[in-house]
Nanobody
Framework: QVQLVESGGGLVQAGESLRLSCAAS????????MNWNRQAPGKQRELVAR???????IYVESVKGRFTISRDNAKNTVYLQMNSLKPDDTGVYYC???????????WGQGTQVTVSS
């Protein structure tokens, strides 16, 4: 059973940056997709960014040009670099991963990001 542990969240002001990390207990090279998701207060969880094993990435429209997802297979870690943060980016950020596209997901416990105006 693979475990995912997120870190790097915190309280920042609008316009500042944070880098989230998601460390896996085992190799991530076997994951077809790794995702960053977030859940804002009172809202449903949404996919923010995805990186495929090929390195291809996709982003939700609201973060394009500000967030960058990357993966380091040697460190078994996926990152989310978040720049120009906005109050609407506030939420709990979760890492998830699947060995097959469309297959069952492993989830981390989440890390809180709060952006003040």
């Amino acid at each position: 059973q693979v475990q995912l542990v997120e870190s790097g969240g915190g309280l920042v002001q609008a316009g500042e940056s944070l880098r989230l990390s998601c460390a896996a207990s085992g190799s991530i090279s076997g994951f077809a997709v790794m995702n960053w998701n977030r859940q804002a207060p009172g809202k449903q969880r949404e996919l923010v960014a995805r990186i495929f094993s090929s390195g291809r990435t996709i982003y939700v429209e609201s973060v394009k040009g500000r967030f960058t997802i990357s993966r380091d297979n040697a460190k078994n870690t996926v990152y989310l670099q978040m720049n120009s943060l906005k109050p609407d980016d506030t939420g709990v950020y979760y890492c998830s991963a699947a060995q097959l596209i469309g297959g069952p997901l492993y989830w981390g416990q989440g890390t809180q990001v709060t952006v003040s105006s």
